[in-house]
């Protein structure tokens, strides 16, 4: 047993997003002699990052009061906002719900905002560590949280060790503040570990895709942002879409659907495409060119399915804890809040996460997401229900005496042949890219294919036999990379993973309706390298 490499800080930070990096910079600008260490899966700094993104500024005040005179790169001040219901020819045009108005807000890339973010951090001595993916927690002999364990690197898909091969390092800290966005793979294991959601619903998830397109000069309205829900969706299938206009010529435009779909044959990615066909967006389209694309799962519980934040030696912040606020399509505001309260929360404790939960939960962050905790669970019962419930939530400012409740994603899906089947109404399109294989593309995604598999299907017979009669194997549609499928190579039907596709978007570990698929980490600074997303 070779005896592994330790490196010993106070406090190590498992994600480079904006919960994170915001920790970081607030841990330091409060104790400058505390040591941090911040370490990130991808190549580099917001490589991974995929959001909307349209931010509240307040908190990025509180933060970095100079901010406004040093902006990320991409950094757009919210014009006008439109809200569309769309059917497949046309549209209605709707009064703006009053969580969606953005005048004082910025449309950035998240991804571009973190790069940016990254070197604050770092001028103030954190250190800052992309290409290393945190694989494991460590433990102390009582139990509690010791740091983490970086992946191996140079392992081949058979186990052995390649001639690069070096043994991951153990990060020791008194603290671990785990930061990994929604889904987290330390995460999910730690919450299962202490138990962390016993007082919690499941949590919940969307899939939300997007594109970057450069467009012919003169279409875009630098600060637009339109909304629209309603088709390609059915009444049933929560599910809307954004567009924002940047600058440069630029637009980011996405399609989020709601995890708890329950037709075994949606398609999110083929829903995307088909929104950027409808008569409203594709002359808008026509003409541009794509230049990056990606997918990540967005948490979508809120109040009623926040976990416990957290355990002996550990926090959990932002979107690996649930704090996204999904009728206002924003999370970033609350990610560098929890990351803030955190910092403060240990400075004044001596490094010590207990007292920490109680903090969070008596804070803004949670009142805010206490507010809005009835609108998205109310669009499980269709469209109209959903709408009007919100508007009744949105009057009463979520004075509610009731909380409606959350079930896991992975339990919505109907089996084949138990419900008729949505009449879908999609058109023909024409619009890039033509299929998942090509979108990928645009994700830029790189696995070195020579290692081990990062997708662990517990039992692929499940696959061949048991889903295949009752779901038609959902993972070749749900997943938006094209990662699962399934061959027939005469002799006999398998599961093909096609590992070197992931953009780790997370979906399979969320929507697989038996379980079985386990989302690791692959070796450090593999997966997607997103431009600008």
């Not at 994600?15 to 580099?44: M, W």
């Not at 500024?57 to 006008?80: F, K, M, S, T």
């Not at 830029?444 to 009669?469: K, R, S």
Request: proline fraction near 7%.
């Amino acid at each position: 047993m070779s005896e592994r490499e330790t490196m010993e800080y106070d406090v190590v930070v498992v994600g480079a997003g904006p919960a994170g990096l915001s920790f970081a910079i607030r841990l330091k600008q409060l104790k400058p002699d505390v040591s941090v260490c911040v370490i990130e899966k991808a190549s580099t700094i917001g490589a991974q990052i995929l959001s909307g993104a349209v931010i509240e500024p307040q908190p990025l005040d509180a933060l970095l009061p100079g901010w406004r005179d040093n902006p990320p790169p991409i950094c757009v001040p919210a014009g006008e906002d439109e809200f569309w219901l769309l059917s497949k020819t046309g549209g209605r045009k709707l009064p703006v719900p009053p969580g969606m108005k953005n005048h004082g807000n910025f449309i950035v890339s998240l991804g571009a905002m973190c790069a940016w973010l990254a070197p604050q951090a770092e001028a103030l001595g954190v250190d800052v560590f992309p290409g290393f993916a945190a694989a494991d927690t460590i433990y102390n002999e009582d139990g509690s949280v010791a740091g983490v364990r970086i992946g191996d690197m140079g392992v081949a898909k058979d186990g052995t060790h390649k001639p690069g091969y070096t043994e991951g390092i153990d990060i020791k800290a008194k603290v671990t503040v785990l930061a990994e966005g929604a889904r987290g793979s330390l995460t999910k294991q730690l919450i299962k570990r202490f138990k962390l959601d016993q007082d919690s619903d499941p949590q919940g998830y969307s899939i939300g895709i997007k594109e970057l397109w450069q467009l012919p000069a003169g279409r875009v309205t630098p600060g637009k942002i339109v909304h629209s829900f309603g088709w390609p969706a059915d009444t049933h299938t929560y599910g809307g879409s954004f567009l924002y206009h940047l600058d440069k010529d630029r637009i980011a435009l996405g399609y989020v659907s709601g995890l708890d779909y329950s037709d075994p044959n949606y398609q999110p990615w083929e829903a995307f495409q088909q929104w950027k066909n409808h008569p409203m967006m594709k002359p808008l389209l026509d003409g541009g060119t794509i230049l990056s694309a990606g997918a990540r799962a967005i948490v979508t519980g809120g109040y009623q399915s926040l976990p416990k934040c957290e355990m002996p030696g550990a926090l959990l912040i932002g979107d690996t804890a649930g704090l996204l606020n999904v009728p206002k399509v924003k999370g970033t505001h609350q990610a560098i809040k929890s990351g803030m309260l955190a910092a403060e929360h240990l400075v004044a404790n001596g490094l010590k996460p207990a007292g920490f939960d109680a903090k969070l939960r008596g804070s803004d962050v949670m009142a805010e997401l206490k507010k809005v905790r009835n609108i998205k669970p109310a669009f499980k019962k269709g469209l109209w229900f959903g709408m009007l419930n919100a508007a009744w939530e949105t009057v009463t400012g979520g004075a509610s005496p009731w909380t409606l409740k959350n079930k896991a994603d992975w339990s919505s899906l109907h089996k084949l042949g138990t419900q008729e089947e949505p009449k879908r109404d999609y058109v023909q399109r024409t619009l890039a890219p033509r299929d998942r294989l090509a979108g990928v593309y645009f994700a830029a995604t790189e696995h070195d294919e020579d290692q081990p598999i990062h997708l662990h299907v517990a039992d692929t017979n499940i696959c061949i036999d048991q889903c295949t009669t009752e779901y038609g194997n959902p993972c070749t549609r749900f997943c938006p990379a094209n990662v699962y499928e399934i061959v027939d190579d005469g002799a006999a039907k398998r599961l093909q993973i096609n590992a070197a596709n992931c953009v780790h978007c997370k979906t399979c570990d969320i929507k697989d309706p038996y379980e079985i698929i386990t989302w690791v980490t692959p070796e450090g600074g593999s997966g997607p390298n997103y431009q600008n997303l």
